[in-house]
């Protein structure tokens, strides 16, 4: 196998990586700005220059010429070279700044260039705090600047389209935005305009940059030059925490972290996963983030003769057990739901099963023609696919009337959907359905009906997982913390009863914004055990095991597997 | 005849430049016509490269290796050897020239000269180097403000069209080569020769990374490659007078007529045709006529601005050839020479240079984008009596930390000025300077 020496440590090497990319993933960390993963190199910041040699050959036999040692001598390149752009060679010697000064100078050099010309707000900067910049000027910078004059003024605060702002003064000419609507998103939206020190990225003449990825550049960009129109100054980035879960907008499961402070989601930005979304996420999956902080509700509720009034979760519980109970198994329709989780819906299945009621159905919310064919898709739920796995199909609407009508509906348990906004009902008609019982995320439409309604934890709450359309399945991690204490919760949240007395700032420690929520999957065995069912709690990953188990189209897919990119399932037509 | 001269001691230090005929710009009225030069045997070199047999392409590419000829844009690399890195034809794959019009380097303004007097010279080289590398396709980029010949060019290229001259089944041969002219928007980057294909492609002309060089993936991906315009010229001379001939005329390694710019405190500034090799000296006091108004001569720019200037002791015996200004401690550049009596604040020429750098640096790269700007910064200032002697060695320190750390040369022809007009005149800088505040080491 080719070997390759950096900083005098020898390293193996398949194929032909890039140095940088190399360096990178073996732990020999290196300053750098314009480089990115998933992006051509165009090596115009300069920061990652390296000394670069190759072993001096003899030139009649080929050999490698070698000093009394027994070491290789090595011709190093008469510049430095920037690592990102170099192609890796077998016997090549790489100096990075752990051993050569000069690189180290070199490190400084260009940051004190960068740095001329950058407004150094950072203060008032939102990429203050994950600043590429910032960060590696305080690792590899110089100790100040003997720049003494005015700096370049250029464009701020300029709208580039409906969700990005462009601060000209931050730029440092990467390039990666550009770049990003060149390769990535291909919408051509951005390029550099101006000439030298004066440039910066714009839109075309009459173009508005509103790429439907367009807040990508946000991410990539290594400055606070690309900002959030929505998020800009509304929070420090070390006051907040960030959680590795997926969007719920479609049914992509694009990975993303969903950033909180004081329990409320503030932001949504994308997680790498190779197999989904590499590094991106479309706009229209970030801009959802109020629905989890929005007409939440506040705890469980029962009707009365006033209507729906609060209850405790015990005497919540207690009713809607009565009321199920009351009713002949067969006449309870069970809708399960694409927006809850495997388990929330194999709970369910369970419980309709012990009564004796037909598999729930579920709702499907298909926007024919709003798919892109890359991270948006047609259903705009996230978990259809592991509704169908379950054995949770499509409701078919007539046959509901047909048995509405037939006066065969004696029950209705919706879970996390909203049957009366999405059609299955209308308003007067769920109305005669004697007993409805309600589990949801945001006030809706049908608990104008329910007799009981028990305000489910979301997607940014709880723990679960998800079947995307192509059969990824993946698990999600609790962002923010719910009212009660759910052990579980806390355990998938890292939180220990020590981190109790934690900071201000801290999520668990702040009951503020806190919803008054339970997951389903504590809510239903505890109304199965009024139903007089053998039901013990469960945490979901031991609900995930037991799917895994008995499920083939589930077949491997335990938290432990699915860790945190997910795994793949079989096809179910290849299911034996 | 007259050429032997040169051939002897090939070197311009005798007087025997005098009685130079001129093959680039001949004294003949209205060359630039199509008819004119046809009627002056024109378009016979062509003519022979694609009709006689023994005029492979290979032997065309050995016959320009054998002649010498040293690419006139600058960097000097030995043309012949360029073309030979073309790889060989593979079918479905074009194959494009580059030719390098866009000259706007302060102090050079041979190029314009060859468009204005002598276009279809220009083409006939295109015509054999395309020929010699079976070249599908040549993009002329010319500098955007040469509008005029520009479009003397275009309709001129029409006529060669018309003609039969160019485009399909060339003199009726199975050859078929076109010739596009592409006119610049004005940008000094776009004759760095990568960008100029990024800008023929219509792309934001910045310079790529190299490898991979133009001859693997130039235009479009495909091999190309990049010449100057007087480069070019030169290969009907080869074909016409023969390799032996053209390596016989100037210095011995540097060899071929070359235009001379001669610009600044002379009495006839102009382009003047002449060998390689000849002495400074002479081109200054016997060619332009000596230094304005009898003055005495303080500095002199050999090659375009970007090459280190050169003091008036430091040229005694100095020749206009690559190895000759190498040794006195600059470069042979576009032979662009700027002229400067004893008058010139030199500090103000860096400043007006530094000035020309920072304007055009393309702001790719970190180094070039943000030294440029303050490298002028500090020649200003120092200028305006403002400055530090410490600024003269931050000036010098950012020469360093610039050097040799961007994509292209820019960078670097932006350093060199400022370090060697630093190091060759540090007492009227110094003289500028401001009671330092600063200990001076």
């Given at each position: 196998m080719p070997k390759i020496t950096i900083d005098n440590k020898a390293y193996a090497f398949e194929g032909q990586p890039k140095l940088l990319q190399f360096c990178l993933d073996h732990g020999v960390e290196l300053p750098h700005f314009c480089y990115h993963p998933a992006l051509s190199v165009p090596a115009n910041c300069r920061q990652c220059l390296v000394e670069v040699g190759m072993p001096v050959r003899d030139r009649e036999t080929g050999e490698i010429a070698r000093n009394d040692d027994g070491e290789p001598i090595i011709r190093w390149g008469p510049k430095m070279t920037t690592s990102c752009s170099v192609d890796m060679a077998d016997g090549m010697a790489v100096r990075t700044h752990r051993s050569s000064e000069l690189v180290e100078q070199a490190q400084k050099d260009n940051l004190e260039f960068l740095l001329i010309n950058h407004p150094l707000d950072c203060p008032i900067c939102d990429q203050a705090g994950h600043c590429p910049l910032q960060n590696q000027t305080y690792k590899y910078g110089p100790e100040g600047s003997r720049f003494e004059f005015r700096k370049v003024q250029k464009p701020k605060k300029v709208v580039l389209g409906p969700r990005?702002?462009?601060?000209?003064?931050?730029?440092?000419?990467?390039?990666?935005?550009?770049?990003?609507?060149?390769?990535?998103?291909?919408?051509?939206?951005l390029t550099i305009i101006e000439r030298g020190v004066k440039n910066y990225p714009m839109t075309p003449p009459g173009e508005v940059f509103d790429d439907p990825y367009s807040m990508n550049v946000i991410d990539i960009c290594p400055v606070g030059a690309l900002t959030s129109i929505d998020f800009r100054f509304r929070a420090r980035i070390w006051e907040m925490s960030s959680a590795p879960s997926i969007t719920v907008t479609n049914a992509r499961g694009a990975n993303c972290s969903y950033w909180v402070r004081d329990n409320l989601v503030l932001r949504i930005t994308p997680r790498a996963n190779p197999h989904i979304n590499d590094y991106w996420l479309p706009d229209e999956d970030r801009a959802t983030y109020p629905r989890f902080n929005e007409q939440r509700p506040d705890g469980p509720r029962i009707r009365g003769d006033e209507g729906l009034q609060p209850a405790d979760w015990e005497t919540a519980y207690a009713r809607a057990s009565e009321l199920l109970g009351a009713a002949d198994g067969s006449n309870i329709l069970f809708l399960g739901s694409p927006y809850a989780t495997v388990e929330d819906n194999y709970l369910l299945c369970k419980l309709a099963a012990a009564l004796g009621a037909s598999p729930p159905a579920y709702i499907p919310h298909i926007e024919p023609g709003a798919g892109d064919g890359w991270l948006i898709t047609d259903d705009k739920t996230p978990n259809a696919e592991g509704c169908r796995r379950?054995?949770?199909?499509?409701?078919?609407p007539a046959l509901v009337r047909a048995r509405l009508e037939a006066g065969e509906i004696a029950a209705l348990y919706a879970l996390e959907d909203d049957p009366v906004a999405s059609g299955l009902f209308q308003r007067e008609e769920i109305q005669d359905i004697p007993v409805v019982l309600h589990t949801y995320h945001t006030t809706n439409e049908t608990l104008a009906a329910a007799d009981v309604a028990l305000p489910a934890a979301m997607v940014v709450e709880t723990v679960g997982s998800y079947v995307s359309e192509d059969g990824h399945a993946q698990r999600v991690w609790p962002a923010k913390a719910i009212r009660g204490v759910n052990r579980t919760l806390r355990m998938e949240m890292g939180v220990s009863r020590l981190d109790s007395h934690g900071t201000p700032f801290d999520r668990w420690h702040n009951a503020a914004n806190q919803v008054h929520c339970k997951p389903s999957w504590e809510m239903l065995p505890n109304i199965a055990r009024g139903l007089g069912l053998e039901w013990a709690d469960a945490s979901p990953k031991e609900i995930m095991r037991e799917i895994a188990q008995h499920i083939g189209a589930f077949e491997g897919a335990?938290?432990?597997?699915?860790?945190?990119?997910?795994?793949?399932?079989?096809?179910?037509?290849?299911?034996? | 005849m007259e050429m032997a001269l040169f051939g002897d001691n090939g070197s311009g230090k005798t007087d025997a430049w005098r009685s130079y005929e001129r093959v680039l710009l001949p004294p003949v009225r209205d060359l630039h016509r199509f008819d004119t030069y046809v009627g002056h045997g024109g378009y016979e070199a062509l003519r022979a490269v694609l009709t006689r047999e023994e005029w492979t392409p290979g032997k065309v590419i050995e016959a320009t290796k054998a002649s010498g000829l040293r690419g006139r844009g600058g960097a000097g690399f030995p043309t012949g050897l360029k073309w030979s890195f073309m790889p060989p034809v593979e079918p479905g794959k074009p194959r494009y020239i580059a030719c390098n019009g866009d000259e706007s380097e302060p102090g050079t303004f041979k190029d314009r000269q060859l468009m204005e007097y002598n276009p279809h010279l220009v083409f006939e080289g295109i015509l054999i180097a395309a020929w010699a590398m079976q070249i599908d396709a040549t993009y002329l980029y010319v500098r955007g403000e040469y509008a005029d010949w520009i479009r003397h060019m275009e309709s001129e290229l029409a006529m060669l069209y018309d003609k039969g001259y160019a485009g399909k089944r060339i003199l009726g041969t199975d050859f078929s080569s076109d010739i596009v002219i592409h006119k610049g928007a004005g940008a000094y980057i776009c004759g760095e020769e990568t960008s100029l294909l990024e800008s023929v492609e219509g792309k934001r002309a910045y310079p790529r990374i190299k490898p991979p060089f133009p001859a693997q993936k130039g235009l479009w991906g495909c091999p190309t490659t990049v010449n100057n315009v007087e480069t070019l010229a030169c290969a009907p001379l080869i074909i016409n007078r023969g390799a032996e001939w053209f390596a016989g005329v100037g210095a011995e390694k540097h060899p071929g007529p070359v235009l001379y710019g001669i610009s600044g405190h002379v009495e006839r500034p102009g382009v003047y045709e002449y060998p390689t090799g000849m002495l400074i000296t002479d081109l200054i006091e016997k060619v332009a006529g000596g230094v304005r108004g009898g003055k005495k001569l303080k500095a002199i720019v050999p090659g375009g601005a970007s090459v280190p200037v050169l003091r008036a002791d430091m040229i005694e015996g100095v020749t206009m050839d690559a190895e000759s200004l190498r040794e006195a401690g600059s470069m042979m550049g576009t032979?662009?020479?700027?002229?400067?009596?004893?008058?010139?604040?030199?500090?103000k020429f860096l400043r007006r240079v530094t000035r020309f750098y920072h304007h055009e640096s393309c702001g790719?790269?970190?180094?070039?984008?943000?030294?440029?700007?303050?490298?002028?910064?500090?020649?200003t200032r120092i200028d305006e009596g403002q400055g530090t002697l410490r600024d003269l060695d931050i000036l010098l320190e950012l020469c360093d930390q610039m050097e040799g750390r961007t994509v292209c040369a820019l960078a670097d022809a932006a350093a060199w000025p400022v370090r060697n007009t630093i190091q060759r005149f540090r007492e009227e800088f110094e003289a500028k300077c401001r009671q330092s505040i600063y200990a001076v080491a």
């Open positions: 990005v702002m462009l601060d000209g003064e931050r730029c440092i000419n990467c390039t990666r935005c550009t770049r990003f609507t060149d390769e990535v998103s291909k919408s051509h939206q379950l054995g949770v199909h499509p409701v078919d335990t938290y432990e597997n699915m860790g945190s990119s997910g795994v793949r399932l079989t096809e179910i037509g290849t299911l034996a | 032979a662009g020479m700027l002229v400067m009596d004893e008058d010139t604040d030199m500090v790719q790269c970190t180094p070039c984008r943000e030294g440029t700007g303050w490298i002028e910064n500090l020649v």
